[in-house]
């Protein structure tokens, strides 16, 4: 996959999410935490739109060629570059740009005309729910078994967990995707083999089955990672000290885990999710390219092929602002999880 | 550091996950040496009579569409396989250890803005950065390997950072400059030899994620170009054929997926050899178990103390025994 | 009622045909038919856009033009119900439909058909095939019946180039034409899910015989796999599967129907005469006669060997494969003559979208003649850009798919650089001939020209593939990715 | 700073002292409280003012935040004090650029609290010990002087090759205390240098700093939140809380007339034996 | 000592880890009320000794010999019925107080878990029961304070917290390991204060764990040392301070008797910087 399966476990814990060493700075009531994070999101976003911006002024080509394709003339190109606006100077394009997103206007495609932002909501219709489709999926499955896999950390049952999630992770997505579409689509006909129904979410029956492949799909890779991580976060849980003093006034070990160990092994699982987001986003781009869906990614690809650098600005900071707020998000979470980082007093 | 890379191949060797992640990834080594000597056929001869030739003593793995010899593409999409992974690890690790030492040493507005980058560029979607370097630069082996190594640099800077201003803040960094030693040979002595388990594990781990990265750009056609034959491009090519000639995928596949399990499982290996927890208190000698300073841990304030680690003297160890045990299966992965 | 009408004869080879099967009468007008396709428009503003994409859906269903061609070329009247061409062959009276409307109900007023072309032949004009009218000076409609086309020459392909996307007929002062393509055919535009399918719905106000169907719906699969899946999950009714081994696993299928046709997909190896080593015609004929066309067909499993850029079903055809025919110790020779003896290195640049294989085996067989090719792969703007516009490159691998496009290669600054002065000259002969038989003389003689000078090697020209669910009938066959006709499709009732 | 007892006694004042500290100050910004009010501020260390005399033994005792640490960077010039100024031999010692503080280092080395940590266990014991004579460019041959210092820690010199690890901790803290000895320093400074070790250990390595500190005439200042310890090696012993010294004075007076409440409380709060 | 009303009753323990004898026959008994020093060296299997009486040993240990609480034998009894005995018959109190209360739960509901757990109380009860046991303890402002995460209390505390929960059922025995050691010294003895008069309350019986021979003076009257996992010497405390019998004892207790400052015998050092 395209993303970070390989963080480590400890990754998880407060220490390690970009806080001042010493924790008294990164603290202080919710608001001012609140307050503090929002202007980094605000200040990482823009960074995001200068970095798409200026590393697709790298392509080479650009959408007036594409417009022209191979039957115009020099002049008519020109004349099309100009019309489209791929001739003004670089800071004026982002400025022009940058203006219109800060009020929610993503632009015009180039090649089409047709509004991006609209374009983006429609897209997100289809990766949305298949992003948290496969999330929920991946935690479903992927908690419950990390957990098993702790607990009996050293029966056959658990190693065989662990050894399957080692498996999850060597196996490339789209070459699941391929052999779960082979399997459940072509041979038993139980699912569409691709493609998402032409009028939407018209008909949520459809929609649902057009996205439990790609899903599932997505959520394998993704249950693998998990599990890897529940299972260490609650192995170390499971060895904390505070679960031995549980069971010394007399829990069982089942209900010190339950009790005292759930919660405090989610706070790295909680963190681990937010990165791992970016991951799944991108995970999605190959998805959808199997399963032939028209969702954001496929649209990527395609529009970097375009040279339709609006939409591909505007989809790349609409990806990447996804995954800074989810990673603020999962930092309030964390906080609010975690009393320790939310400096009551 | 020298003195412990024995320790450390002894220890990889020692755990389970440890061995088998040496043997897989040794027989890609193999495989890709072989083929700087010897193929059974030029992988890239195209041969219209060989088209689909089935598995047999002609062709080990069968053959293509265009005739050319599977086994003879799986043994030199070794070698193609090893430099992109190599490679771009290489580049992760320089990106990686690069970031993270500019995000966490003075002066101080500078790491704070690197580190904020390194956040920025987490997200970031490393596709990206890969499509628009194929189309720059054209599809090519090295565009691949920037693209997967800078991706994966920019998270590993993420993990080292952290390693980074876990050494940074250790004692013996402040014993040295008590010492009078400077930056440069703070992160030389200090710095490096110290994150570099973790940095081995991670890269390791990087080594199978840029077999698998690679075989996704391929798919999407952002990979390895012909003629150099790639594992990732194989299965882009063949999977048309997943139900008409499953067999002609399963090679590329199963090359795929014993070589990451192989580097995944060295990466456990060296995690268990070299765990960051356990390296940091060794064995307690009988005449003194470091104790965990009363002062130390349990300051008046009310300062919110980070997830302590476990106490030293309740599971400190008889003078000169192994470390202790009980840390090892908490951090292992996969042991019985 | 039977869908046939001559076009849709199916290729011999194939065993049965779609397009001329029939339902027997049990068609069913409510059904929905959809559609494998592979290159989806960027954009459905046929105006603006360049490529075969947006004709192969608007062309004849949704827009018309004032003449319409059929599968094999021939042109017959549309929106004009007739049309005469004066002595001078300069001036092209066209005499409009009365009943023709637009699909939101206004008639096409001739003042409609004189601002469309007038666009088109405009000095400031973006439309990209402004080019195919380059010949006509003046549009004037001295009626609201008339339209005549005022010539600065002779030009014997215009009529042909009149039933292109240059041609269509679109509403005067029409606007938003990506989001609402509103023309006078058949078919009107639903909907387009951008990256999936665009879904056209019956015209029930047109004025000739009705469609057949009530809804097409284009689903784009790009991944063969996809298309293939699609095909077999009956997703989609119809696909287009170039690839012969997927084709092949239908053949015996009784739920399947195999359609074969003819295409103007000629796969062009373009040689950059303009610098190096291929400024030299000997060594331009070493690599024609180093690669062996039959056997890229065979490998391919489709496919029909052309020696020029001319395929068999145009009227100027003539068969030029015996011109550098595959002899690679003659390419040996030839590369040694022209001092490559020790060896050539050559860079092939080929736009992604096109299969792998073409390349490799190109490269592949180079290499036996001691060229060593450095294959580059790049995106299709990349192309246009460093090969197209900037001639950038040696070799390069491009399927030139623009039906009867002879003439284009002469323009000046065409990306295969120098040519000789001949070759003008015949184009131009062509272009102003005034009979057909001068024209197709004309031009017969500059596709030998162009294979004689080796100006490029024509690797095939593509075959192609459609696979039909059984019940569906009337799809065409031929020339599918220009345009494609859905005026006679039907489905059997189940 | 107002139960500072006078100085009676001339062992810290007189003479020219070779460290001196006046009115060191150090606080640490804290969270915010509210989004808009000033951000916190926990005083460390503040205003404090101390004063060594050559080859003198000054204990710093106080409870577990009351900024001992804190006081021994500023002394050692490992942080930078918000007020107040560090004097050594009447140069002011500033934190900064390690190179211009060389001639300092060569003069006052550190012991830390943990031998486990304060070593780094990727370094071999030679390379360790070696490690201030090489950076702070002690002519001579430094193999040699690790031998040396090694011995003189009761340790045989063979161990250079090993690693940390493979050391008790009373034996790690000797190597320390070795690798301070180094560049011949003429103070030493001990944070909490045995709180991290057993009684048995304990004993032995004070031992081994009076016997030091003894032989080559060295100045020490001894930080430890154990009264017994202090009392042990100093002459002068200076007690703090939140950040100030509340009492400062000659060891046999200070322990034996407390005049502030706290250090009263600290003393009554010792555990004793029973007498033998 | 074994006499009938013993609350404890450990004979012959033997704890094996990882194929060493890191206990190796311990044998000592415990009255009601009656409280009993273990001290030793680092290592000597102090801490293996209480966690095998709580039947809490790390997996991978090995036991035998005999562990009788009030007659009824510990070893080899399912998990299911030490939890029914933990927490209520004999409770322990551990060396970090920092890490022994879970970071995320309110100390209120830590303290009253026994409760809950074996007295059936309602959340409600529980809740009174939380504040009048902080209380009980000297916590300040018991009210608010049973509404605090651990993070927020000194590790004074946070001990306390951790003396409550275990005195909350009023257990037969109470096993203490090293509860002061991460304390500071003023803490320290009101600790030791508090517990004392807390178990001599509740007729507690006490297994004090120490390295400190001071503090175990001030704790206990009887004590055991135990070296490398095995009772060395068992006497008085006040005897085998005076005049220890095993050598390892008297080593001990030297090295402890250098570093404390009976009055007025800062000698040594007023004695070197005498020129
Ligand atoms: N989980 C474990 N695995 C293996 N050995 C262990 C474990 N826990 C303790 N030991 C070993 O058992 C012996 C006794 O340990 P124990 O914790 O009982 O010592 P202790 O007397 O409590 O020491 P301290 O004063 O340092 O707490 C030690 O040698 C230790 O190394
Ligand atoms: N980097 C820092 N940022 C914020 N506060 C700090 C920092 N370092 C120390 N403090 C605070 O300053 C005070 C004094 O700390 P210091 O470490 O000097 O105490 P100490 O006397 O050495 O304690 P101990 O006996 O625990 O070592 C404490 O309240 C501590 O929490
Ligand atoms: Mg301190
Ligand atoms: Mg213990």
Known sequence: MLGWPWLPEWLGQPEWLGQPEWPERGGGPMAVIVLRRLGLLVVSLFVASLLVFALLRLLPGDAADVLAGTSASPDQVLRIRHEIGADRSLPAQYLHWIGGVLTGDFGVSALSGASVSAELSEKLRVTAPLVGGATLLALAVAVPLGILAAARHRRASGVALSALSQLGLAVPAFWIGLMLVTVFAVDWRLLPAGGFPADGWADPVAAVRALVLPAVTLAVVEAAVLLRFVRSATLEVLHADFIRTARSKGLTRGQALRRHGIRNAALPVVSMLGLEFATLLLGAVVVENVFALPGLGEMLVADIGNRDLVKVQGTVLLVTAAVLVVGFGVDLAHRLLDPRLRGAR | MTGSVGALVRGVWGSRSGRLGAVLSGLVVVAAVVSLVWTPYDPSRVDPAASWAPVGTAHWFGADRLGRDLFSQVLVGARTTLVVAVAATAIAAAVGVGLALLATLPPRLVAEGVAHLVDVLLAFPVLLLAMVLAAVYGGSRWTAIVAIGVGAGIGLGRVTRGEVRRVLGADYVLAARAAGAGTGRIVRRHVLPNIAPTVWVQLSLILGLSVLTEAALSYLGFGTPPPTPSWGRMLSELQPYLTLRPLTLLWPGLAVVLTVLGFNLLGDGLREAGDPRLRERPAGGSDGAPRTAAAATTPASTTPAPPAPAPMAAVAPTAGSAPRTRLRWVRGEGRA | ?494 | MTAVREQADGGATGAEPLFEATGLVRSYRLARTSPFGPPGVRHAVRDVTLRLADGAALGIVGESGSGKSTLVRLLLGLDRPDAGTVRYRGRPVVAGRPRALRWFRREVQVVFQDPAASLDPRMTVGAAVAEPLACLGVPGDHDERVDEVLRAVDLDPDVRGRYPHEFSGGQRQRIAIARALAPRPRVLVGDEPVSALDVSVRAQILDLLGQLAERHRLGLVLVSHDLGVVARLCDQIAVMRGGTLVEQGATADVLSRPAHPYARALLAAVPRLPPP | MTTDAAVLEVTDLRVRLGGVDVVDGVSFALAAGERLGLIGESGSGKSLTALAVLGLLPAGARVTGSVRLQGRELLGGSDRELSRLRGRDLAMIFQEPSTALNPLMRVGRQISEPLRLHRGYSRQAAARAAVELATAVGLPDPQRLVRSYPHELSGGQRQRVCIAAALACRPALLLADEPTTALDVTVQAEILALLGRLVAEAGTALLFITHDLAVVAAVTRRLAVLRRGRVVETGATDDVLRAPADPHTRALLAAARLTQWNLPAAGSAAARTSP
Do not use: M
């Open chain 3, 1 to 494: 009622a039977c869908g046939s009408d001559g076009g849709g004869d199916a290729d011999g080879a194939s065993a049965s045909s779609g397009a001329s099967a029939s339902t027997g009468g049990r068609a069913n007008p409510d059904a929905t038919v959809t559609i494998g396709a592979v290159l989806e428009p960027t954009s459905l503003d046929i105006t603006r856009t360049s490529g075969v994409a947006p004709g192969q859906i608007l062309l004849g269903n949704v827009y018309e033009g004032l003449v319409k061609r059929d599968q094999k070329g021939v042109v017959s009247p549309a929106l004009a119900t007739s049309y005469k061409i004066s002595p001078d062959g300069r001036t092209y009276t066209f005499t409009l439909a009365d009943n023709a409307a637009f699909q939101d109900g206004a008639a096409v007023r001739a003042a409609d058909v004189v601002s469309s072309l007038t666009k088109v032949i405009a000095p400031n004009s973006t439309n990209p095939h402004a080019s195919d009218l380059a010949s006509i000076s003046a549009v004037a409609s001295p009626d609201p019946h008339t339209v005549v086309l005022t010539l600065k020459e002779r030009d014997s392909g215009l009529l042909f180039n009149l039933t292109g996307p240059a041609g269509v007929v679109v509403r005067e002062g029409a606007t938003g034409l990506d989001g609402h393509p509103d023309g006078t055919g058949p078919f009107r535009f639903d909907s387009w899910r951008r990256g999936d399918s665009i879904t056209l719905v019956r015209n029930d106000a047109y004025r000739g015989p009705k469609a057949k169907v009530a809804r097409v719906v284009f689903r784009y699969l790009t991944a063969p796999n996809a298309q293939n899946n699609a095909v077999r999950t009956g997703q989609v009714d119809v696909g287009v599967i170039s690839d012969n081994d997927l084709v092949e696993a239908y053949r015996g299928n009784p739920k399947f129907l195999i359609a074969e046709g003819t295409t103007t997909d000629k796969f062009t190896l373009a040689f950059n005469q303009d610098r190096g080593p291929l400024a030299d015609a000997r060594v331009r004929h070493a690599i024609r006669q180093g690669i062996d066309k039959d056997g890229l067909i065979k490998v391919l499993g489709a496919g029909t060997r052309i020696g020029s850029p001319v395929p068999p079903l145009d009227p100027w055809y003539e068969d030029l494969t015996s011109i550098d025919r595959y002899d690679p110790a003659s390419a040996r020779r030839l590369l040694a003559q022209a001092g490559h003896g020790g060896g050539l290195r050559l860079g092939l640049t080929i736009p992604n979208i096109y299969p792998q294989s073409i390349g490799d085996y190109v490269a592949s067989q180079l290499r036996e003649i001691g060229v060593t090719v450095d294959l580059r792969r790049v995106e299709f703007p990349a192309w246009l850009t460093g090969v197209y516009t900037k001639h950038d490159y040696d070799l390069s691998i491009v399927d030139h798919a623009e039906a009867r496009d002879l003439a284009f290669y002469v323009k000046p600054g065409y990306y295969f650089g120098d040519r000789s002065p001949q070759a003008s000259d015949l184009a131009k002969a062509g272009a102003t001939a005034a009979s057909d038989a001068d024209r197709d003389t004309a031009l017969r003689a500059l596709a030998r020209r162009y294979s004689e000078d080796a100006i490029a090697d024509w690797l095939l020209l593509g075959k192609a593939r459609q696979v039909a669910r059984v019940g569906v009938t009337g799809y065409p066959t031929d020339n599918v990715s220009a345009t494609y006709d859905l005026s006679k499709i039907e489905v059997a009732k189940s």
